[in-house]
């Protein structure tokens, strides 16, 4: 069994600054492209970020281009999001999800086989 923990969403206000944190309960997330997405109250969930399972291939929505960055801590089973310039339209539960084995990253949430408990941001204004 897969377990993926978030961590680091909290209250903030707009233009602060968030790294959020997703850690793998064993060491073969090594392998796998993970991503993380976002879910607002009455929204579907969308795709921010993913990376792919070296590292070296990144991808990002449009709407946190420029703002979020991903990236990843094999030694540590972990993978980060940091987030920038954050503003309300940001506030969401984030999650990370693990997607293939030997991936270069998905946008896609069903190409995602399993998932976080999610973390929650809030971007005041």
């Known amino acids: 069994q897969v377990q993926l923990v978030e961590s680091g969403g909290g209250l903030v206000q707009t233009g602060d600054s968030l790294r959020l944190s997703c850690a793998a309960s064993?060491?073969?997330?090594?392998?796998?492209?993970m991503g993380w997405f976002r879910q607002a109250p009455g929204k579907d969930r969308e795709f921010v970020a993913a990376i792919s399972w070296t590292g070296r291939n990144t991808y990002y929505a449009d709407s946190v281009k420029g703002r979020f960055t991903i990236s990843r801590d094999n030694a540590k089973n972990t993978v980060y999001l940091q987030m920038n310039s954050l503003k309300p339209e940001d506030t969401a539960v984030y999650y990370c999800?693990?997607?293939?084995?030997?991936?270069?990253?998905?946008?896609?949430?069903?190409?995602?086989?399993?998932w976080g408990q999610g973390t929650q941001v809030t971007v005041s204004s």
């Open positions: 999800g693990q997607n293939k084995k030997y991936g270069l990253g998905s946008s896609q949430s069903y190409e995602y086989d399993y």
């Open positions: 064993s060491y073969t997330f090594r392998t796998y492209a």
